[in-house]
């Protein structure tokens, strides 16, 4: 039976193959298409004379906007989610050239990581780093044994 409805498809493809042509200078298929299946659409392409080409057109560029000496901001953010547990917060603030600002997250461990940064032309990029437990004591994770 398998063989029965495999010899009707093959021969419903191959009729179907016979019934589309496809000019040749404009075929990718230059080569014999394996037996069953069917060729391509033929598809009609414009000439190339009926493509226009847009007139250039001049760009101008955008004003430019006053420069700042002394640029200034300063935001902060706290975030305590008591559903997923969530609990970041941070603040920082620009004079200038000099910016100061702190940032702290829990961290996998429990405990809370607290950064205080700075940055100034003279100094670069500084931060300070300390780690504090929350509420009880931190159980530390211990790397397993392994027996040989």
Same mark, same amino acid.
Do not use: W
């Given at each position: 039976?398998?063989?029965?409805?495999?010899?009707?498809? @093959?021969?419903?493809?191959?009729?179907?193959?016979?019934?589309?042509?496809?000019?040749?200078?404009?075929? #990718?298929?230059?080569?014999?298409? #394996?037996?069953?299946?069917?060729?391509? @659409?033929?598809?009609?392409?414009?000439?190339?004379?009926?493509?226009?080409?847009?007139?250039? $057109?001049?760009?101008?560029?955008? #004003?430019? %906007?006053?420069?700042?000496?002394?640029?200034?901001y300063s935001y902060a953010y706290d975030i305590q989610d008591a $559903?997923?547990?969530?609990?970041?917060?941070?603040? %920082?603030?620009?004079?200038?050239d000099v910016v100061q600002g702190s940032y702290s997250l829990v961290?996998?461990?429990? =405990?809370?990581? $607290?950064?205080?940064? =700075?940055?100034?032309? *003279?100094?670069?990029?500084?931060?300070?780093? *300390?780690?504090?437990?929350?509420?009880?004591?931190?159980?530390?994770?211990?790397?397993?044994?392994? @027996? *040989?």
């Amino acid at each position: 039976m398998k063989v029965l409805i495999l010899a009707a498809f @093959l021969a419903v493809c191959r009729g179907a193959a016979g019934g589309l042509a496809v000019p040749a200078p404009y075929s #990718p298929y230059a080569y014999a298409r #394996p037996l069953g299946l069917a060729a391509p @659409l033929a598809v009609a392409r414009p000439a190339l004379a009926s493509y226009a080409v847009a007139p250039a $057109i001049a760009k101008v560029a955008a #004003p430019v %906007e006053e420069y700042d000496p002394n640029p200034q901001y300063s935001y902060a953010y706290d975030i305590q989610d008591a $559903i997923t547990g969530d609990s970041k917060s941070q603040q %920082e603030s620009r004079s200038g050239d000099v910016v100061q600002g702190s940032y702290s997250l829990v961290e996998p461990d429990g =405990t809370r990581r $607290i950064v205080e940064y =700075t940055a100034d032309p *003279h100094n670069g990029f500084n931060a300070v780093v *300390h780690k504090e437990p929350i509420g009880g004591v931190v159980a530390k994770a211990v790397a397993p044994a392994y @027996l *040989h």
